[in-house]
């Protein structure tokens, strides 16, 4: 049947697709004889090791060194950071020359941090950084592949470590990668051909440590030595080897698996989660040295490979030589004076400087003169690259996408599951380079989703800012709170000090009030009251008389308590005033309750403002009845110190001030009635008596302003007049 | 006659059935302005006229022009206007052509450590204290240039951030490789 379908090939060449499980695929030209004819030759040691930072998918790896330190072969010279990490080790003994920015052997030709070892020729190895011995468990095996540095050989330098299961037994088939389906590169096929014993042995120990029953070996039949070499090494073991059709991209993890089991590892899923693992020959090979002489991974083998090479050849290396001195060593047929590519001509890309260094996952160092580059054609829709493509994608379709920048469109037409083979590429008649706009909007989608992430980090950290800033502006306030309270507490804490002597007269004063309030409540009808009121002070009046008649010869005692009298005597008025507003407030209520509703704002203004009068009046009248306990009961203490005194007439003026001010409402309440009674709205009546017009309102002020200097120049004159008695 | 009853109580039955329907099944969309503020390159550096994207996004829902965010340029414009279903509006300051990130950098042999520019930054993205050298934590830097002005010894400057081959992505082949294709103004339907 494959006979078959090989002689129809020649006819249709397309048919040899159908030797294979997968779709797609192309036929490139191979060009592995190049490399493949010569020995393997061991790398001479070159004048500098450059070991950049992050060798592999994920974190770069934290220096452990410093610059002028030496090492010795082995030693860790670079620990793994957190996550996604691998350690890095020295390849040889020598001086740490620097860590600095290199270049790397990256598509984007930057430099980024790498370690620079001097050798010092004596390639002394120093302590083993493993720590495990012998691995039986699959959490063991994965430390130590962690521990030993090892990535991905194949070219995309993956963690292995992070590739198994922590189960045992969740893997039942180890696949072995020997597929190399790259043109050029023969690193894998020379390894298998010289050291097949260390791969199987790394596949049996790995398979043992899994719990995997099955290891199977896929080579592709054009490298029929290296078929031998491993059945060879094989017999014995358990291990199946096979042979499997020479197509790119057969190498590719997806491709190779379903071409070995007829498992298809579904989109988004990893091998892992059908119970396979595949690992690369060289992979393999680092983990057996490393299980065996615990050995972390510094070397590995590069084909130095290309039309512009004399001796095109495999090297086994240091990891962080100079591509430069293994290209020398490969005899270059001109002057290097064209971009090397680090990987194979159809997923490699081109490296700008020539020093940058091999690393874990260079496979194949290519100089290919470089070849005019055909321009890109319209795309004329013919189909090839939909029929070439490995993973049964639309490539015209996302190129299309792509080319406008729709890059949701694009991501709809799974563009994350393109392996980014170059298939498309290569088939495409119009020479449109098709897999370098997916590389392109894979790059703008992740930054897009970079700075989503970023935007959203960043509005957290305003929204952060902002509480901060009130949570600090509320602090603020309440110190000062607690200052000022503070700072009040003293200043009362030093009036109640100074008051101590006249407590006395402020226990009366309260009693006073309380009476005169319980008075207020004992005199309800307003008839009463102000009977009351004139009675109390007709009596107070005639006490007054009683009193001033033995204390006659003292005329400025007598000129005050004149004073008094009459105040008093306004202060009946008042009290009579007030009954008489207090009437009228109590004809309000009955109207309030159904203005409420309507008003509530101008009603309350209203109550508040009587509540206010209310008990100005009554600390008024409070007042005026301590001020006749105090003058009638104990005018010897008062007169007995200066500062008493002074007290006193200052005491005399407010209350004359308070007096006024009360009168000054009784004014308006006067009025009030009469506008009420005139005015039949609710809201005049309001406005007149919460909010008095401003004109009366003023007028009103500047009385009371100058009665109040009167008083205050009234109670000057008597405090003068009692001090010029006293001396 | 019993047409009518039928009709009446199928037009009962399928009244109640929506109705239910239209409490059960609501679609509770999100607010405008959150959905605006998700647009937003969130940078905070008021060139808006607002304190702040939130802000904006507020005003936004609320009428004000939606072509005041010279960071997002044109393509927040036109994402603003398709959420709010109006007319885009030209850029004020044309077509923005587009700028590597910028993150503040401080000379710090310049820096007397005042905190003013600790005080301006909307993201706390700067440290440092009174008498202390102040510096960018350039990872959170979204680079509003807040700080700028307000540093009274001018050591503060907007750099580009630096690009490194994790950063990195591959370039538009349109822009690199030799094309005998059109450049498609319009996108393709």
Known sequence: MKALIKAFSHVYPMAKRWLKRFPGGVYPDYRKGLSARHPLQKAPLPDELILPLQQHVGAPAIPTVEPGQRVRKYEQIAKSAPGLSVPLHAPTSGTIKAIEKRPLPHPSGLPDWCIVIEPDGQDEAGEMPIAIRTPDCPASLKEMIWQAGIVGMGGAGFPSWRKLPDEHGKIHTLLVNGAECEPYITCDDLLMQTRPQEIIAGAVTTAKCLGAERIIVGIEDNKPQALEAMRKAASGTGVEIQAVPTVYPMGGQKQLTEQLTGVEIPAKAHAVDVGMVMFNVATLAAIHRAAEHHEPLISRLVTVSGEGLAEPMNVDTLIGTPFKALVKLAKPKNELNYPLIMGGPMMGHEVMDHKVPVIKTTNCILANPPEPVEPAMPCIRCGECMDACPVNLLPQQMYWHAHAHEWDKVEKLHLFDCIECGCCSFVCPSHIPLVQYYRHAKGEIRKLREQQAFQEHARRRHEAHLARLEREKAEKEARLKAKKEAVKKQTTAAEQEKSAVPSARQRAIEAARKRAQQAAADTPSTEDKRKAAMEAARKRAQAKAGQTAPAAPETAQDKKKAAMEAAKRRAAQLKAQKATQKETNRTEPKTDPAKSGETPSAEDRRKAAMEAARKRAQQLKAKKTTENITDDSVPQTAAATPEDRRKATMEAAKRRAILLKAQNTQQTRSEAPQTESAASTPETDSAKSGETPSIEDRRKAAMEAARKRAAALRARKANSTEQESDT | ?189
């Open chain 2, 1 to 189: 006659m019993s047409a009518i009853i039928i009709f009446t109580l199928l037009a009962i039955a399928f009244g109640l059935l929506l109705g239910y329907a239209a409490v059960r099944f609501r679609v509770e969309e999100p607010p405008i302005v959150e959905e605006i503020d998700k647009i937003l390159p969130q940078i905070q550096c008021g060139q808006c006229g607002y304190p702040g994207c939130k802000p904006y996004a507020e005003a936004v829902a609320n009428g004000e022009a939606i072509n005041k965010c010279t960071p997002g340029g044109e393509a927040v414009m036109l994402k603003i206007a398709e959420i709010l279903g109006v007319d885009p509006q030209p850029m004020e300051d044309g077509a923005e052509e587009e700028k590597p990130r910028m993150v503040a950098f401080i000379h710090e042999e310049d820096c007397i450590g005042c905190m003013h520019c600790i005080k301006a930054c909307p993201v706390d993205a700067i440290v440092g204290t009174t008498k202390a050298v102040h510096t960018v934590i350039t990872k959170e830097c979204t680079g509003c240039e807040l700080c700028v002005p307000v540093c009274p010894t001018d050591c503060i400057e907007m750099r580009p951030e630096p690009e490194t081959p994790r950063g990195w992505i591959w370039p538009d082949p349109e822009k690199i490789l030799p094309t005998a294709i059109p450049r498609l103004d319009h996108p393709h339907p």
